[in-house]
């Protein structure tokens, strides 16, 4: 008899539950149907935190708070930037909300359509368009270091010869590297300095001197004035271009092409 008991006292705990959490399941379907935002760019709506969502949805117990805080910007408005943070909701959906958990506390406010941070979205653009301007510049970059690295080495004297690489303008000059720093750059795919060494501390001297081509790893390689630039201004971390110098010369190496003899 005791045991019939237990048994009958387990299966109405058992269905209890079951029976919770069906209702619950019915909730949560009930107003997740009621969530999306109609469709227009004048549509009402309010930003709410994710998380609120995802532990409402996961828990039986009424939640305490949803903390906004943690989606606005510095301009206390919904920040663009933590929009995987944030999920939209119809007026519907969130009135019907707060009716069933009115104790909810919304930390750092509400926050509705009127509510997206228009500072920071200018600033994300303006990021935006400036990293596609920069990856537009390097893949240049790239292409000429692959152009100047298919051309023959360079040899070149005590500054003088010809120029058998890319040419730097219309004059024929270019600026001289390290053929073996240009290699390991473009392994890289372009990413950075190798080793943390500037293009022509391997075929300078300690006077700042070009090394003659037969010193050890002073072969080197004519690449245009503008990829030098690159590599002076944007190849190296701002923290490090002042401590890393393009060699012991304060100016490039550069190479012209001769004039043709009379």
Same mark, same amino acid.
């Given at each position: ?20 959490? #069906? =209702?619950?399941?019915? !909730?949560?379907? @009930? +107003? ?6 109609? &469709?227009?760019?004048e549509a009402p709506f309010y930003w ?80 935006? #368009? =400036?990293?596609?301007? !920069?990856?537009? @510049? +390097? ?6 270091? &692959? ?88 190849? #190296? ?26």
């Amino acid at each position: 008899k005791d045991t019939e008991e237990a048994v009958a006292l387990y299966q109405n705990q058992r269905d209890a539950i079951h029976e919770m959490i #069906r =209702e619950r399941q019915a !909730q949560v379907r @009930e +107003l997740v149907a009621l969530m999306p935002v109609e &469709e227009g760019l004048e549509a009402p709506f309010y930003w709410c935190n994710a998380d609120f969502i995802r532990d409402w949805a996961d828990n039986t117990d009424a939640p305490s708070s949803m903390d906004n805080r943690a989606i606005m910007c510095v301009h206390k408005k919904a920040d663009p930037t933590k929009s995987c943070s944030m999920k939209r909701i119809s007026p519907k959906a969130w009135t019907q909300l707060l009716q069933k958990y009115p104790d909810t506390n919304i930390l750092g406010g509400v926050l509705t359509e009127a509510d997206c941070c228009d500072e920071c979205l200018r600033k994300q653009a303006i990021e935006a #368009r =400036e990293t596609d301007k !920069q990856a537009t @510049e +390097l893949d240049r970059i790239r292409e000429e270091v &692959e152009l100047a690295l298919r051309c023959e080495v360079i040899d070149v004297e005590d500054g003088g010869g010809s120029n058998s690489g890319p040419s730097g303008g219309p004059s024929g000059g270019g600026c001289l590297v390290s053929r073996s720093w240009l290699q390991a750059w473009a392994r890289r795919k372009g990413t950075g300095n190798p080793a943390s060494t500037s293009p022509t501390e391997a075929i300078t001297c300690e006077h700042g001197q070009l090394l003659p081509e037969s010193a050890p790893g002073a072969k080197r390689t004519c690449v245009p004035r503008g990829v030098w630039d690159f590599f002076v201004t944007k190849a #190296r971390p701002p923290s490090k271009r002042k401590s890393l110098p393009m060699g012991n010369a304060a100016d490039p190496i550069v190479l012209r092409s001769r004039a043709p003899a009379d």
